[in-house]
């Protein structure tokens, strides 16, 4: 007999709140000094991974890390916009919305960013 419950649990697709927009850009900014320093990567002092399941456990525990990663491929593609530096590996998604576009120029222009 099939089992009639999913042994993945789907999360509903939930809009991205202000808040955990803005800490992610943070993220990235961070992960992009720590690239610049040659101390993010595999074998390196940091790692994303590492990095994107901490700030799920404590800016948004019922995102997944697919949803996560996409928010920063997506952070990458307005980088690219911007002329900014993009962390390496997250490969820019084309569809970003006006919301992300603005929270990262707020974050430019209050913390500034390293240009490509």
């Known amino acids: 007999m099939r089992s009639t419950h999913s042994k993945t649990r789907k999360l509903a697709r ?5 808040d955990e927009t803005a800490s992610l850009v943070a993220l990235y900014d961070r992960m992009i000094q720590l690239q610049r320093a040659d101390s993010l990567g595999v ?9 994107i399941r901490d700030w799920i456990e404590k800016h948004a525990p019922g995102r ?5 990663e996409c928010k920063l491929m997506n952070i990458s593609a307005v980088c690219l916009k911007m002329d900014l530096a993009v962390v390496e ?10 919301d ?3 929270a990262v120029l707020n974050y430019v222009r209050k913390h500034g960013w390293v240009n490509n």
């Open 43 to 51: 074998g390196k002092q940091h790692n994303k991974a590492k990095l």
């Open 14 to 18: 939930t809009r991205w709140t202000e």
């Open 89 to 98: 590996g997250f490969k820019a998604l084309p569809n970003c919305s006006r």
């Open 100 to 102: 992300l576009n603005e």
């Open 64 to 68: 997944s890390k697919g949803s996560v």
